[in-house]
């Protein structure tokens, strides 16, 4: 049972481009978060999907930023007109269900907005 | 709404001595609590987790935590520390739709 799998580990564009990040859960969750940790602070809620569905995007930024969870297929956040303050790591996390339930982490992507 | 505070940023600690990293949480439905590690350019490991039952739950390489629910903490110990623990560790409670996350505590353990 592979574990959460985010791609790439690693990402670089160009203030203006549009960055792809891709959440694969782990087999059998339905919930997916995605965290932002910017350098030297700790994790902030972005959003949590269940599949096809946007439970809660409170941590969203209001501009740029958008997250899916298809019906088939991986989650992917999305940001366009990437600036360099999107410079940040972003982490994906899984679930079976929420309360009493853990969530099982990727090993993030490492945006670097240049 | 839920919160959790991690009053220490950075904990610096010699080899072989005992550690305490804090965590304190609000909530106003039950909850359940977390701790993750974090190691160098990588993704967040469960540690070890509260949900039900006994207050005080252990992990496999010696840390504990003890869930207090007058004083709203779950602070997490280990009696010796190790050169390899040093960590960033993360404090999280869920009590609905998502997991909140404290802002992390650097352990440094210096030899």
């Known amino acids: 049972n592979a574990g959460v799998m985010q791609n790439p580990r690693h990402l670089v564009r160009r203030r203006g481009q549009e960055a792809r990040l891709r959440c694969s859960p782990m087999k059998g969750h339905s919930h997916v978060y995605w965290y932002r940790q910017l350098p030297e602070e700790g994790l902030k809620f972005m959003v949590y999907?269940?599949?096809?569905?946007?439970?809660?995007e409170s941590g969203m930024p209001k501009e740029r930023f958008s997250a899916e969870f298809p019906k088939e297929g991986p989650s992917i956040l999305r940001i366009q007109q990437v600036v360099r303050g999107d410079s940040a790591a972003y982490f994906c996390?899984?679930?079976?269900?929420?309360?009493?339930?853990?969530?099982?982490f990727g090993q993030g992507t490492r945006l670097t907005v240049v | 709404a839920q919160s959790v505070t991690q009053l220490d940023s950075q904990v610096p600690v010699f080899e072989e001595a005992p550690v305490e990293l804090r965590c304190n949480y609000s909530?106003?439905?039950?909850?359940?609590l977390f701790w993750y590690v974090q190691y160098p350019n990588q993704g967040l490991q469960l540690l070890l987790k509260y949900l039900s039952g006994s207050t005080l739950v252990e992990s496999i390489n010696g840390f504990e935590a003890e869930f207090n629910k007058s004083q709203t903490s779950f602070h997490l110990r280990k009696p010796s520390v190790h050169i390899s623990d040093t960590a960033e560790y993360f404090c999280a409670v869920s009590g609905g739709s998502k997991f909140y996350f404290g802002s992390g505590t650097k352990l440094n353990v210096k030899p």
């Open positions: 909530s106003s439905v039950s909850v359940y």
């Open positions: 999907l269940q599949k096809e569905n946007i439970i809660d």
């Open positions: 996390a899984s679930s079976r269900e929420t309360g009493g339930t853990e969530a099982f």
